[in-house]
């Protein structure tokens, strides 16, 4: 097989990891437009510094010893298989980056033999990259699961970025779809991670020239739609990992079908797409805007309103605390306002110091009003003419892109299929116990 079928084969293969910034889509030219774009092969990602950079976004093997009944690449898959060298991939990678196709590699692997040698080969490409071709372009590396904490070092010493896939949300789903790996296959790890870039902070400070580790941080990725775990349950896990391991980011990939398993949903179901987006929505809430996951879900509601971004619903659920007076309420709580961005809401501080606002001034300030308006009172008045009501709020404050998204999305009744998983305890229980301590 020439390097170029295996490229073929191996970029394909990746293209189910989405923990990297766009997880691609097939868009054929029309032949009057520019330009086309391919599920596989470049993906992109943000560099330190916002920048945004395209990757080349491949396997080094697609063959795998284990059986992770969602994956495409699972050893019990008839699938056509394919193995670079590692001298094979890093000149690909220069190839291509001489050419100006990429600015970057995000590599990924199945399993070959074991978890360590897997793990050499990943480090042996790197390897030549940074030496051989003094290579300082962005490198998205995988830690394989399950390698030895001494290799994964090694790795992270290599690497901008490293990601460890938590997969699934709870050990039950693991134990049940993933059999070969072991919650401490995964955390593992990520404490290595976390502890290498703990460590480095410091050496840097001591010694200006000491070795980067893991400089862009660590990332994850959770399958969402492949077993029964709530919102809820996704999102308590996520609070806690960007607490306990200081993850970057938590990627979430709407499950794909690509095989046909009795614990999975049915070949023809479509993925979760709005979900996938609701989680992101909740997610940029946890980082950015002082959301705990316990406020935005609970264990009677423990899924998101698919009509509605979880901003909205938390604020249409917490009318008591709204409306809210733009020229006396604290940053925080400005936060909380529906239509209120981290930008607009650091504008209106800023402003208010030097005057009275009004509503002319919001729209000015970036402020989206036609969600805004029914939560606030600048100078103690709502907009003239406004009429609040539950129901009649909602409806306006549905996007055209929402409207068309909640009557396009499947239902998600498939998970059905799941109660052979039992749930042991609350969410919160349950993720403490997945992470083996408090969160
Ligand atoms: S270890 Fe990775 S590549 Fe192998 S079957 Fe599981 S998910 Fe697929």
Request: hydrophobic letters at 40%; charged letters at 25%.
């Amino acid at each position: 097989m020439n390097v170029y079928e295996k490229l073929t084969i191996l970029t394909d293969s990746a293209k189910y990891d989405v923990s990297c910034s766009s997880s691609g889509v097939d868009r054929k030219n029309t032949g009057s437009g520019m330009g086309s774009a391919a599920s596989f092969g470049i993906c992109h990602s943000f560099a330190a510094d916002g920048r945004c950079i395209s990757l080349l976004k491949v396997l080094f093997t697609n063959s795998c010893i284990f059986d992770c009944k969602y994956c495409v690449n699972r050893k019990s898959n008839d699938t056509k298989r394919a193995m670079f060298t590692p001298e094979e991939l890093a000149d690909l990678t220069m190839n291509f980056y001489r050419r100006n196709f990429i600015e970057g590699l995000f590599l990924s692997s199945g399993i070959a033999r074991n978890p360590d040698y897997t793990a050499e080969l990943l480090i042996n490409t790197l390897t030549l990259l940074r030496g051989r071709y003094q290579f300082n372009g962005y490198i998205h590396v995988k830690a394989i699961p399950g390698a030895d904490p001494a290799l994964i070092s090694r790795l992270g010493l290599l690497a901008d970025r490293m990601s460890v896939n938590i997969e699934l949300p709870s050990q039950e789903s693991l134990k049940l779809l993933a059999p070969d790996k072991s919650k401490e296959s995964i955390l593992r790890p990520m404490q290595v991670i976390r502890e290498g870039i703990r460590e480095n902070c410091t050496d840097i400070v001591k010694y200006q020239h000491a070795p980067k580790f893991v400089p862009a941080g660590q990332s994850t990725q959770m399958i969402v739609g492949a077993t029964p775990d709530s919102d809820y349950k996704i999102l308590t896990l996520t609070e806690a990992l960007y607490k306990k391991y200081s993850l970057k980011r938590v990627f979430y990939s709407a499950y794909t079908p690509v095989v046909e398993h009795s614990l999975l949903p049915a070949l023809e179901s479509k993925p979760p797409l709005l979900r996938e987006h609701r989680l992101y929505q909740a997610d940029w809430l946890l980082r950015f805007y002082g959301f705990s996951a316990s406020e935005l879900l609970d264990e009677r509601t423990p899924n998101f309103n698919p009509m509605i971004d979880p901003k909205c619903n938390w604020a249409l659920n917490h009318m008591e605390r709204f409306p809210m007076e733009i020229n006396k309420a604290p940053y925080e709580q400005l936060l909380r306002i529906p239509g209120v961005g981290v930008r607009s809401a650091k504008r209106i501080v800023q402003a208010r110091k030097t005057g009275v606002l009004d509503f002319s001034a919001l729209k000015k300030l970036g402020v989206v009003l036609k969600r805004a308006q029914y939560f606030i009172t600048c100078g103690g008045r709502s907009l003239e003419g406004l009429k609040v009501n539950q129901n009649m709020i909602l409806r306006s404050l549905l996007s055209d892109r929402e409207m068309k998204m909640y009557s396009t999305e499947p239902r998600v009744e498939q998970l059905s299929l799941f109660d052979v998983v039992e749930p042991v305890g609350t969410p919160r229980e349950e993720v403490i116990k997945w992470l083996g301590g408090a969160i």
